[in-house]
């Protein structure tokens, strides 16, 4: 069992020099449990989390084949907000907001929450019309959101270029105060060491290379370490949505695009909220350390490939250049990429398939880390109650053979 | 860079490109079903590996080609029938 972390305790180490016990332990891996979550990330912990926490199903197997967090949970670019377009939209990701917020001391770990502020860029009158749009939506559905002019946007970000002549000039944005960035290793962290002290396996390092289904059920997977027996499969993948999905022979409307994203040298802390343009493809935040993270818009094509790109480094520095000149002389420390799973109304995929005992959680193109929390609370409701949750009603798979998309795409396409 | 084979232009950087999407097969509007027609919009095979895919040369000859494409590591062929932009 892990010690709980408290300043007593931070004493007691300082004073002993003993060591911490590690935040959670290697297992050996049985032949069976009652439920198997595929990926190792934030989505596949945290449903594992709630499992335990909310529901008592705490025998539960998360398998990842690479290391905890090594996917898009640790590769996303930290933002978080709920100043979505849809309702649907907007509930999930406050609910997720609100997890977010008190998770710290949910999960007796620092996970460094840092409320300050959303800024979404009009650069069109169109643009600006989907910002008032979204504004009405969030208010009526209590989230803090509002159009604020350029005189106002520069009053946030001084740095900004807001003049008439600049290229895409800054008409306004949408100004969301309830947004900010977290510390995304330490959300997946936090979530393993919680999950592992209430009794689920962690298995690192294991791939899961088939899933087996008899009967129009699920019976097991196989892995590279043997094969486990299980009723309950969840895929909580990205980037392998679509490789996992067709082990239990179900179909995805799912189309994997590599994400690229770069950190430059940190600095001094100069910008206090999170900026993003859509038109120019670019969003902006400063982390704890002071290193600014670039993130961008999909690749142009489907991959998998997770290479960098020279295209996309002359696209970024071009991009933000254009907001905030004075930044001409930051060096870029690390590019990478991530892969996103684009479905095509922008909304995830998640909840029960004709496989009975298989569960999807997977669709989350660019918008899954942010949804980690609220994810992992429906996707264990839903599995233990065997009941699909009111709030992730609207994402089941079936809405595409009976055209019910959610048309997210305004607000969730770039702007993170 | 990644150069793509156009039959007509030769060897082009992809960014000539304008990307169409995996080859799938078209079901008939006259007899599907609106699920099946749906799952012809929305699913797809999303390969990780040799995929057969359309692309648009939106900034050369302005022609839709076939290619053929590792989607791991970007690697690329012409496709047996690389000028047939129609695929099937």
């Keep these: 069992m892990a010690e709980a972390y408290s300043a007593l305790a931070l004493l007691r180490h300082g004073v002993t020099g003993r060591s911490w016990t590690p935040m959670w332990r290697e297992r050996p891996l049985e032949r069976g449990y009652p439920v198997v979550i595929i990926g190792g990330g934030v989505h596949g912990l945290a449903t594992a989390y709630y499992l335990a926490a909310n529901h008592g199903v705490t025998n539960v197997a998360v398998l990842d084949k690479g290391y905890l967090g090594g996917g898009g949970s640790g590769r996303n670019t930290a933002i978080l907000r709920s100043n979505y377009l849809t309702v649907e939209g907007v509930r999930f990701y406050d609910r997720s907001l609100e997890l977010y917020r008190g998770m710290a001391s949910a999960l007796n770990f620092n996970v460094m929450f840092s409320r300050r502020g959303h800024l979404t860029l009009a650069h069109s009158d169109t643009s600006l019309r989907t910002m008032r749009w979204r504004a009405e939506v969030n208010k009526a559905s209590g989230v803090d959101s509002e159009v604020i002019g350029p005189d106002e946007v520069k009053r946030l970000v001084p740095e900004m270029d807001t003049s008439a002549t600049a290229r895409y000039p800054v008409l306004g944005a949408l100004h969301h105060p309830p947004g900010g960035i977290v510390r995304h290793d330490a959300v997946v962290w936090g979530y393993a060491r919680a999950a592992d002290r209430l009794g689920v396996h962690l298995h690192q390092h294991t791939e899961v290379t088939g899933i087996e289904v008899s009967g129009g059920r699920v019976t097991g997977v196989r892995t590279n370490r043997g094969p486990i027996a299980t009723p309950v499969v969840l895929n909580a993948t990205a980037g392998w949505a679509s490789t996992v999905s067709d082990m239990a022979g179900v179909p995805l409307p799912v189309q994997t695009f590599p994400l690229q994203a770069a950190v430059t040298e940190p600095v001094k802390p100069f910008l206090r909220t999170v900026v993003v343009s859509g038109t120019l493809h670019v969003y902006v935040s400063q982390t704890a350390r002071g290193e600014l993270v670039f993130g961008a818009s999909v690749d142009p094509f489907a991959s998998y490939s997770t290479r960098g790109s020279l295209e996309f480094t002359e696209g970024l520095a071009g991009h933000v250049l254009q907001l905030m000149p004075s930044l001409a002389k930051l060096r870029l420390l690390r590019q990478w990429a991530g892969l996103c799973d684009m479905t095509p109304d922008f909304a995830p995929v998640m909840g029960a398939t004709d496989v009975a005992g298989f569960f999807l959680d997977v669709g989350w193109g660019t918008y899954g880390f942010k949804a980690g929390p609220v994810a992992g609370e429906a996707m264990a409701e839903c599995i233990a109650t065997g009941q699909t949750p009111e709030i992730i009603s609207a994402f089941g798979l079936d809405r595409f053979a009976q055209g019910r998309l959610v048309g997210e795409k305004g607000a969730a396409a770039v702007g993170h | ?88």
């Design chain 2, 1 to 88: 860079m990644i150069l793509l084979p156009c039959p007509w232009c030769g060897p082009r950087d992809a960014d000539e490109f304008g990307y169409a999407g995996e080859i799938r097969p078209r079901p008939d509007p006259s007899t599907t079903t609106p699920a099946e027609w749906r799952g012809y919009l929305y699913l797809r095979r999303n390969t990780a590996g040799w995929t057969r895919e359309r692309w648009f040369h939106r900034m050369g000859c302005r022609r839709y080609l076939v290619l053929e494409r590792d989607t791991t590591n970007n690697d690329v062929r012409p496709s047996t029938d690389a000028s047939s932009g129609s695929g099937s």
